[in-house]
């Protein structure tokens, strides 16, 4: 018998394919950075983070379909209202040129 000896082992490289990096272009816009307006008095409002993201979710309203034209307008805010109860509508603010805004397909 002859007693060979294996060559040492080289560490090991784990290579990524650019295929399974995601693309920044195709997450979509994050609906925490939509702004949001008062209807009744125009003010700005803050919500707490994550209530942008559910209320997009919850009316099923692709992230891909929004960008910085699109805004939320509430029916009331803590100066006007103060009550828990408000319907929210999205908006997309005209006047930008139809080959800046993402392809819409559905209902944002």
Known sequence: MTNIKSAPKAPAFIKVSASRVEDPMHRGYDPEMLYVECSRCGSPVLWEPGRATALVRSAGIDPLELDATCMLVTDGCPVCSGQGHYT?????????????????????
């Open 88 to 108: 929210v509508q999205m908006y997309r603010l005209s006047g930008t040129p139809s080959h800046l805004r993402p392809p819409s397909q559905g209902n944002a």
